[in-house]
């Protein structure tokens, strides 16, 4: 009995350690957004942010039934006055929750960087060139 209870409370406390507190992200009025091609620059400030590189692409298509709606997974370069400061992957659910943990690229004194939305969305029928991606960047000003 004694190893039954053991076993039950042990399962429950590995269950309540896996479980992540995430923070939702949400675009405000002060937020800049823009698409960036695959292999292009965006400026913001003394800051460029150049979407390098899709890591993985297993969203589910959208003529396609599937348990779980995948993700994507691109890598950007953050650079500041010109200056590589480092890369930062990104993933991008394919259910569109934007998660701070997952979306944010880099945090400033001022303002967070963060990765958004992935176009095109796949279909079977299509395969997606890397050429023919766009990351929505966004730039959100911190609150004082």
């Known amino acids: 009995m004694k190893k039954l209870i053991f076993s039950l409370l042990l399962s429950a406390a590995c269950s309540m350690a896996s479980v992540q507190a995430q923070t939702p992200f949400a675009k405000d009025s002060l937020s800049v957004s823009s698409f ?3 292999q292009q620059k965006v400026d913001f400030e003394d800051y460029q942010v150049k979407f390098k590189k899709v890591v993985s692409d297993s969203r589910c298509p959208k003529d ?6 995948g993700e994507a997974k691109v890598l950007l370069s953050i650079y500041k006055n010109g200056k ?5 992957e990104v993933t991008i659910d394919a259910s569109g929750y934007v998660m701070e943990e997952n979306n944010l690229a880099f945090n400033t004194d001022d303002f967070k960087i963060y990765g958004m939305t992935l176009k095109p969305y796949p279909k079977t029928s299509d ?9 929505e ?8």
């Open 64 to 69: 396609v039934m599937c348990i779980r709606a």
């Open 36 to 38: 960036v091609n695959f």
């Open 137 to 144: 960047i966004v730039f959100q000003p911190k609150q004082l």
């Open 127 to 135: 395969g997606i060139q890397d050429e023919d991606y766009k990351l």
């Open 84 to 88: 590589f400061i480092k890369d930062k």
